[in-house]
């Protein structure tokens, strides 16, 4: 029976467990054993979604005990992938301090199975509330309720009193129409004794190994000491580096009908770079030496998150008449260039603003939109992580998500404030059951008890005139 709380149930039967995992499985965490200098930062993601922010979190040595997630199926594959963290699904809204601290508690013991309690301390509470209000992309509006989210961050912040915050959004939020919001947030935040950082510049996913241009406001805030800004690269990673080492799915007539398909027999496309440090720590293949999480087991002989869209003949036709870096001039496609960067990945909306699809990018060389596994190379998730099965839901997870290595990237910075030097997670994490990623949205909000009025309501399209 699948259980909202899943921790060590495995993903599948056919995992495949390197002998340096099986040594990982072997070893006793220790971490607790560590000074507070040494030992893992504890942190609580807000607005979680699939788990963007927790990933990049993670990744920089912090144990993310608790997350809030309102929609009932992202909430599921935040679990599944982070088969540790107590899942809340609720409107943040509506919810306080007790409530939080109780799950991080919970949160607490899946890490440490033995060793002492928790002593309470919240090193960080991270969040990317919802964007749509401040958004460039679309119609901005200053007087959407969704605005009102940053100040329900904030709350949190006050009420809770973590060490650090990192608060993520669009550019949108930095304009002078919202400056009243915007200084209102602060105000309560420097009232609550933290000092700010981050909120007079714009960040680029794509300075931080991200093969996106996608341009991000990160504002951290600390009670001790100030934050540095994010460090960035000084080498952009391509399209081409990105999908190198990944199977062809257009190679398999079973992505046309499946999710998942055995990739052994799948051959990777002209854009393959064998070189590519990107790729061999997305595939696995490699550790990255900068990635502190703990060990995923999972089963890198199947490609997921990849079943192919189905196209017309005739646009087909005209996607293949249209060169990498442009506008195909009907569907507004953009062919995504192999040299370059990726446009940023949109999300579309959610059933509650009439869930209309973003526009999806044209792959570079075949004659069809990415896959929902070809956008999280694109966004930084690595092969082990993921989505719901359908494309949908999959898309809009990855699009809604902060690309884990500019998550990462400030996760570093805040743990240098914190004068830390967390150690790289030693025991192996299985992943949840894959039951997860295939239920619908009122199967997931009986899996987690959900309660209707906070759940996103179906809202119906009205009917063309």
């Known amino acids: 029976m699948l259980v909202a709380r899943s921790a060590g149930a495995q993903g599948g039967s056919c995992a495949i467990v390197s002998r340096e995992t099986e040594q990982q499985l072997a070893s006793v965490s220790g971490d607790m054993g560590l000074t507070r200098s040494r030992r893992r930062l504890v942190a609580i993601d807000l607005f979680a979604g699939v788990g963007g922010l927790s990933l990049g979190f993670e990744q920089a040595g912090f144990d993310v005990l608790a997350a809030v997630e309102y929609d009932p199926v992202h909430a599921a594959a935040h679990q599944f992938n982070f088969p540790l963290t107590e899942v809340l699904c609720r409107d943040v809204r509506n919810i306080g301090r007790a409530e939080i601290l109780g799950a991080a508690r919970h949160g607490w013991r899946l890490h440490h199975k033995s060793g002492p309690a928790w002593d309470g301390v919240v090193d960080v509470i991270v969040g990317g509330p919802s964007c749509q209000g401040f958004s460039t992309m679309g119609r901005r509006d200053q007087h959407d309720e969704r605005n009102d989210l940053l100040l329900e961050f904030v709350r949190i912040v006050v009420e809770v009193r973590p060490r650090s915050f990192c608060l993520e959004n669009v550019p949108g939020l930095l304009q002078d129409k919202y400056s009243d919001l915007r200084e209102a947030a602060f105000a309560r935040l420097r009232a609550a004794g933290y000092r700010i950082s981050g909120f007079d510049r714009t960040v680029n996913a794509a300075h931080f190994g991200v093969p996106q241009n996608r341009k991000r406001v990160v504002i951290m805030g600390a009670l001790e000491g100030e934050i540095s800004p994010l460090a960035s690269s000084t080498r952009l990673v391509s399209v081409a580096e990105s999908f190198s080492l990944l199977p062809d799915a257009s190679e398999s007539d079973i992505l046309t009908r ?208």
């Open 258 to 465: 499946e999710d998942s398909v055995p990739c052994a027999n799948l051959a990777h496309g002209q854009w393959s770079q064998e070189d590519s440090p990107y790729a061999r720590y997305m595939a696995g293949i490699e550790k990255d030496p900068e990635d502190l999480s703990r060990p995923r087991i999972w089963d890198p002989s199947l490609l997921t998150n990849s079943r192919l869209s189905t196209h017309a003949p005739n646009s087909i036709k005209r996607f293949s008449l249209t060169p990498q870096g442009s506008i195909e001039p009907v569907s507004r496609f953009f062919r995504l260039s192999l040299e370059g960067q990726a446009r940023t990945l949109r999300a579309g909306t959610g059933r509650e603003r009439g869930a209309f699809t973003s526009p999806r990018p044209l792959h570079p060389v075949r004659d069809r939109v990415i896959t929902v596994r070809e956008a999280a190379r694109l966004h930084s998730f690595p092969d082990w992580f993921r989505f719901h099965v359908t494309s949908w839901h999959g898309h809009r997870q990855i699009g809604n998500s902060v690309p884990p290595l500019l998550a990462r990237a400030a996760a570093q910075s805040i743990a240098r404030s914190l004068e830390s030097t967390p150690s790289r997670g030693k025991s192996s994490v299985h992943l949840g059951d894959e039951k997860l990623l295939h239920l619908s949205m009122a199967e997931a909000a009986l899996l987690f008890g959900a309660r209707s009025e906070e759940i996103p309501a179906q809202r119906t399209r009205k009917a063309a005139a």
